[in-house]
């Protein structure tokens, strides 16, 4: 089995002499663990937002009414399925950009969102203190939380130490 050497580099000698020195590869450093966690933790949002999307906008068609009433419904629920299809989108970007070491805001972003989310949703509740246990609320409280942790995890000094080198 051979390994043959990136264009422009010798394999035992690094860079040929006519490579531009700004041409330097990234060091292949391995992906830390919190990086790994970080991703596979929020492929439950992911799939919670497209299920929620999709299932608002049904919700909003089969919704009575006819008329300029009937067509705000439903254009309400398209902008809510879009809103869900944009985090969706970005979440996964975001994956395979963190998954890459390309960047790790691309991933921070929708898991802040979702963690915001979340946090703006249950402060509401307690303020109004209308917060009690109901059997639907288990998905987006363990969604949330996992968009939470998925950002600290990102955060962590490990992840920006390994983000930080891939860049250079």
């Known amino acids: ?7 422009g580099e010798s394999p035992n000698l690094g860079p040929s002499p006519g490579t531009p020195p700004g041409d330097a590869r990234p060091t292949r450093g391995r992906r830390p663990v919190v990086v790994t966690l970080a991703a596979l933790l929020m492929v439950p949002s992911i799939v919670v937002w497209l299920i929620a999307g999709v299932a608002f906008f049904l919700a909003m068609l089969r919704a009575e009414g006819d008329g300029l009433g009937r067509f705000l419904v439903v254009g309400i629920g398209a902008g809510i399925l879009a809103i869900a299809l944009l985090v969706v989108l970005l979440a996964s970007m975001g994956i395979v950009l ?9 991933l921070a972003v929708p898991a802040g969102f979702t963690f915001g989310l979340f946090v ?5 509740l307690l303020a109004q203190g209308k917060l009690s246990y109901h059997p639907t609320m288990v ?9 939470g ?8 000094p490990p992840a920006r130490a390994w983000f930080a080198g891939r860049s250079r």
Do not use: C, E, Y
Not at 1 to 7: G, R, T
Not at 98 to 106: I, L
Not at 149 to 156: A, D, E, F, N
């Open 1 to 7: 089995m051979s390994f043959a050497a990136p264009a």
């Open 98 to 106: 963190a998954w890459r070491g390309d960047n790790a805001a691309g």
């Open 120 to 124: 703006v949703v249950i402060v509401t």
């Open 139 to 147: 998905t987006p409280l363990v969604v949330g939380g996992l968009a």
């Open 149 to 156: 942790v998925s950002l600290t995890l990102l955060k962590s």
